[in-house]
């Protein structure tokens, strides 16, 4: 076994028992420690390893702006954050838009459509399709995400980030999607194809909500951390590595609306294998990007 594949066994049996590679760690610790944080390097560490669960809310909210570089600065911001986040809620109670019983996730989805001069009239009003997409990201967010003020603000520049920065990009993830699953393994696109089930795959699940309700959050979170530092077309290779982990299964389907509706809801037992995979496949058709979409 050479050098390289007997660090990467070590880094997936880490990841697998639970805890992280330990070089990675003390690299990031050393990164974390300059007074002003270095976010090209930090985008570079999350873009080549997963990050430690402990640094993972701080390294995310320094990525999406939400803190800024310098150390010094952290306290007072964060608490800048947390008196707009208790005046945003204090306003929606007040209409009566939320309260104490509303669900968490469907409060920040509230306290987003405020900010952004989208609150409709009524609660009761269906929701938009956009409105979905925040819903699922922010629950899916939570169990990433302890603390509640954290929670909302990184859902928010989360979901800021897709409709800004990967607009363009998302769009053309289902033709990408097609051209590395050939690539990969043309039989299994042809077969998808046959069946017509190609243009009804779960593309808004995969890549409009970012596998929210498709993934579990301690497998998601691992592929977030590349979308939040600047490659959401992680989540094409974790589509294709989707369907070649469960290509005898996809193939045995000869209709569009049972591969779709498998896809929808695949077995949860084998989701860290699928992100270990899905990364792999990413770094070996674009390297470790740092910045593309």
């Known amino acids: 076994m050479t050098d390289d594949s007997q660090r990467n066994f070590r880094s997936v049996y880490y990841e697998k028992v639970g805890f992280r590679g330990v070089e990675e760690k003390k690299s990031l610790e050393i990164l974390l420690k300059d007074d002003r944080l270095d976010t090209e390097k930090l985008c570079t560490f999350s873009q080549r390893f997963p990050l430690p669960s402990m640094y993972r809310a701080l390294v995310w909210k320094v990525l999406l702006g939400i803190l800024p570089p310098h150390h010094e600065s952290h306290a007072k911001v964060m608490m800048y954050r947390k008196e707009q986040y208790s005046d945003v809620l204090h306003a929606l109670k ?3 838009f ?13 306290m987003y459509q405020l900010e952004s001069g989208k609150l409709p009239r009524s609660p009761s ?9 925040f819903l699922a990201i922010a629950k899916a967010m939570e169990e990433m995400v302890e603390d509640s003020v954290d929670c909302y603000w990184i859902t928010r520049r989360f979901v800021n980030q897709l409709n800004t920065k990967y607009r363009d990009s998302l769009p053309q993830l289902p033709k990408a999607f097609e051209q590395y699953l050939t690539l990969e393994d043309g039989r299994l696109l042809t077969h998808l194809k046959t069946c017509s089930a190609a243009p009804k795959l779960p593309y808004d699940l995969w890549f409009k909500r970012c596998f929210a309700g498709c993934l579990p959050e301690s497998s998601l979170q691992r592929v977030w951390d590349k979308v939040v530092s600047g490659s959401c077309k992680i989540l094409v290779f974790v589509a294709v590595e989707i369907l070649l982990t469960f290509k005898i299964k996809v193939m045995a389907l000869s209709s569009a609306e049972k591969i779709t509706k498998f896809l929808e809801n ?23 990007p740092v910045h593309s979409s």
Request: hydrophobic letters at 40%; one cysteine or more; a negative charge.
């Open 94 to 96: 007040v209409v009566r």
């Open 125 to 133: 009003f269906p929701l938009e399709p956009e409105d979905e997409v």
């Open 266 to 288: 695949i077995p949860q037992d084998s989701s860290d294998a699928i992100v270990s995979k899905a990364i792999d496949l990413w770094h070996k058709h674009c390297g470790t």
């Open 98 to 110: 939320v309260s104490d019983a509303t669900p968490q996730a469907e409060v920040y989805l509230r």
